[in-house]
């Protein structure tokens, strides 16, 4: 079992940034691949980032690709979120989760088992 704790969002301006962070219970974190997605209203969740068990390979989605960097720390059971020159189209709830690394398709809902409860990310315009 592993919980989920997102922190870090809040209300920016287009153009600036923010640092989202993910803390994990348990002993086994470095076991679980990790990713981030977002769910804007009336839209379904979708994938933002995701990292490997070590950090060693990173994937994003094309529409965060070159602003948004995720990194772990396994020393600190946390999962990062660096999001850079944010836009309105941005603007969503925020949640990490943790998958089995054996799942095939990193970037789907259906291979995370564990989720947070979500940080909203305001972007104004």
């Known amino acids: 079992q592993v919980q989920l704790v997102e922190s870090g969002g809040g209300l920016v301006q287009a153009g600036g940034s923010l640092r989202l962070s993910c803390a994990a219970s348990?002993?086994?974190?470095?076991?679980?691949?990790m990713g981030w997605f977002r769910q804007a209203p009336g839209n379904e969740r979708e994938f933002v980032a995701g990292i490997s068990r070590s950090g060693s390979s990173t994937y994003y989605a094309d529409s965060v690709k070159g602003r948004f960097t995720i990194s772990r720390d396994n020393a600190k059971n946390t999962v990062y979120l660096q999001m850079n020159s944010l836009k309105p189209e941005d603007t969503a709830v925020y949640y990490c989760a943790a998958g089995a690394p054996s799942y095939l398709l990193p970037r789907a809902t259906s291979s995370y088992d564990y989720w947070g409860q979500g940080t909203q990310v305001t972007v104004s315009s």
């Open positions: 348990g002993r086994t974190f470095s076991s679980y691949r």
